[in-house]
């Protein structure tokens, strides 16, 4: 079964980085995967499409402050001089024939 | 500027219909398969229902299977979610998104759309 797992929440300081991850399930490492942010109160955005040999290609105006990679079943969306607005849920999403599946969302707190 | 903006949104008793719609604009709609995800209140996204660029292909989540039926018409650059026998569990904001490839669930989502509420109370 399809199915990808973060953890709920995360937090970094102002100025700081921080480093997201997002595991497929078993049997499925070789899966593309695409972030999404959603700041609250709105609908989500598009951050990149994160292929599983760690190349990636991001939305219409997505900072370079944000970058991905990726590690056997493991997908990073790293975020490097974290800004107030960088406050939000994160959520991973990957893709089969006949399925949409989303990860459980990660919350980042910037302190 | 791509643009998703749905409507018909509200709120509706249990067991009973209702109609999104889904309007685009600054792409070729004809050309990109197409989504419904929802968001239950301070709940994560589940995805709903996906249809390919043509409309010959149309997925279902197991929790709307049977109920929902999704469906676009190319003329009018727009995508339709027909809602029936709603149950309080489906109360949630529901978004369009737009994937970046034709083949239903083929490909990443690019674009989102500011999403619409349905409530389902009596």
């Known amino acids: 079964q399809l199915v990808l797992t973060q953890s709920p929440s995360a937090s970094a300081s102002l100025g700081a980085s921080v480093k997201l991850t997002c595991t497929l399930s078993?049997?499925?490492?070789?899966?593309?995967i695409a972030w999404h942010q959603q700041q609250p109160e709105k609908g989500p955005r598009y951050l990149m499409k994160?292929?599983?040999?760690?190349?990636?290609s991001k939305g219409d105006g997505i900072p370079d402050r944000f970058s991905g990679s990726s590690s056997g079943a493991e997908r990073y969306l790293t975020i490097s001089s974290l800004q107030s607005e960088d406050e939000a849920d994160y959520y991973c999403?990957?893709?089969?024939?006949?399925?949409?599946?989303f990860g459980g969302g990660t919350k980042l707190t910037v302190l | 500027e791509v643009q998703l903006l749905e409507s018909g949104g509200g709120l509706v008793q249990p067991g009973g219909s209702l109609r999104l719609s889904c309007a685009a604009s600054?792409?070729?709609?004809?050309?990109?398969?197409m989504s419904w995800v929802r968001q239950a209140p301070g709940k994560g996204l589940e995805w709903v229902s996906v249809i390919s660029a043509s409309g010959g292909s149309a997925y279902y989540a197991d929790s709307v299977k049977g109920r929902f039926t999704i469906s676009r018409d190319n003329s009018k650059n727009t995508l339709y979610l027909q809602m029936n026998s709603l149950r309080a569990e489906d109360t949630a904001v529901y978004y369009c998104?737009?994937?970046?490839?034709?083949?239903?669930?083929?490909?990443?989502?690019?674009?989102w759309g500011q999403g619409t509420l349905v409530a389902v109370s009596s």
């Open positions: 999403q990957t893709w089969d024939t006949g399925i949409v599946v």
């Open positions: 600054g792409f070729t709609f004809s050309s990109y398969a």
């Open positions: 994160l292929n599983s040999d760690g190349s990636h």
């Open positions: 998104a737009k994937e970046s490839g034709l083949a239903a669930a083929g490909s990443p989502f690019d674009y």
């Open positions: 078993s049997g499925h490492s070789s899966y593309a």
